[in-house]
């Protein structure tokens, strides 16, 4: 999961963009059904925009909050939040893949690698990985069922094994390391 508050999706504000529609939540049976018929593969690249600046608006509401580090404030707020980005990459992996076309390529090579430094970005945050490391090393006395205890685990453990305690000289090789590698989908 993407560490971002829930809190800042509802004050996020709204898309203006025709591409709205890939951020909102799906309406229907089952949770909602994503609106097939009314996306279109050249609003990806707006909404792309319109969503990473959603989730790094959440994203800096968990790091900035003024509160004691909880588990709810921090990984459970985290794993609550980014619905928005959830359903436009549900989209966009049946258009980069299933619905693919000369369109779809080009964007997928103007913007995996942008996506992909935009997320390390956030997943290297050191101000992240100090409140997710809190927490961690206070497990024991953080009063968490197995549930809990096993997503802080993994989410500190994904984070050290993605380069969290490296220095920020080669956090930033790695990100462009990592982006490189987005190049070549």
């Not at 989209?91 to 390529?105: D, F, M, Q, Y």
Request: no cysteine; charged share 25%; hydrophobic share 40%.
């Amino acid at each position: 999961a993407m560490p971002v508050a829930v809190e800042a999706r509802t004050a996020a504000a709204p898309v203006a963009d025709s591409g709205s529609v890939m951020l909102d939540p799906w309406t229907g049976l089952y949770d909602g059904v994503p609106p097939w018929d009314k996306v279109k593969p050249s609003d990806f690249p707006a909404t792309f925009n319109v969503a990473m600046k959603r989730t790094k608006a959440e994203f800096e509401a968990i790091l900035t909050n003024p509160a004691p580090i909880t588990f709810d404030n921090t990984i459970k707020a985290s794993e609550l939040s980014s619905a928005h980005m959830e359903r436009l990459f549900a989209l966009w992996g049946v258009h980069s893949s299933n619905l693919s076309n000369p369109e779809i390529r080009k964007i997928q090579a103007d913007w995996e690698p942008k996506l992909s430094a935009f997320f390390n970005e956030l997943n290297l945050d050191a101000r992240w990985f100090q409140r997710v490391q809190y927490l961690y090393q206070q497990r024991d006395s953080l009063g968490l069922d197995k549930a809990q205890m096993r997503l802080l685990e993994r989410t500190y453990e994904g984070l050290v094994r993605n380069g969290a305690r490296l220095d920020a000289q080669q956090k930033a090789k790695l990100i462009g390391y990592e982006t490189d590698l987005a190049k070549k989908f």
